[in-house]
């Protein structure tokens, strides 16, 4: 059976004094019966201290990015085996403010991937296509493409250390909405991509998050979805009542 994971990603917000205080309010609201795994991605500098925190609780930790290469003259810049170091073992790679902002290719996100990988870390891929993309009738072109080229240069037996995170950005803070419906029928085609080239064992073994505005309103609803395994959460991951009651909806 599928994992069930819910991640959050806190973006560039939160302080060391802010975090700890999130961090606290999280223990105190999620639930601890749930079978669901619980991410959270602080920011750099409070991923140590996080780690510490959350040591004796059901929450992981990841980082937001880390950088291709193993060590170097690349100022501002932080390497798997740094975040391997403080106990970080999950990181988020592709995520659509990194490719729009940062200019992140799907060639150096294949080199990342396996940077990653060989420092077995659990890699949570990011990919998704902009409104243009769907108005024009090709986000799964554009799916399939950031699939291919960024990651189906992995073998087979590392996608155990994989987790799929679709973010339609054109319904990220645009006004347009995606609905439950259209969230699945995406799922559905990232699947069977998965299937074509790996096979049935790993397509329905591959966890594949939503990562499109879920709120707690509307969280049960793109969960009940068969091929939607959970979520990786922006803006309701700063609000622990709001987090934890999207957990809850798993």
Known sequence: ?????????????????????LLNDLIDKLPNDIEAQIIVAPTFINLASAVDHLEFTNIDVAAQNMHQSESGAFTGEISADMLKSIG???????????????HETDAILSFKVSTALIHNMTVI??????????QNNQHFNIVENQ?????F?????????IVLAYEPVWAI???????????????????????????SDVAENVSILYGGSVKPDNAKEIFSKPDVDGGLIGGAALKAEDFAAIVSAI
């Open 125 to 134: 891929f990011c990919f998704g296509e902009e409104l243009k993309d769907r």
């Open 153 to 161: 240069h992995i073998d087979k037996n590392d996608w155990y250390q």
């Open 173 to 199: 803070g645009t006004g347009e909405t995606a609905s439950p419906e259209q969230a699945q029928e995406m799922h559905e085609f990232i699947r069977e991509t998965v299937r074509k080239t790996y096979g």
């Open 1 to 21: 059976m599928r994992q069930k994971i819910v991640a959050g990603n806190w973006k560039m917000y939160k302080n060391a004094e802010e975090t700890e205080d």
């Open 88 to 102: 970080v073992n999950i990181v988020i790679l592709g995520h659509s403010e990194r490719r729009a902002h940062f």
């Open 147 to 151: 699939l291919r080229d960024g990651l």
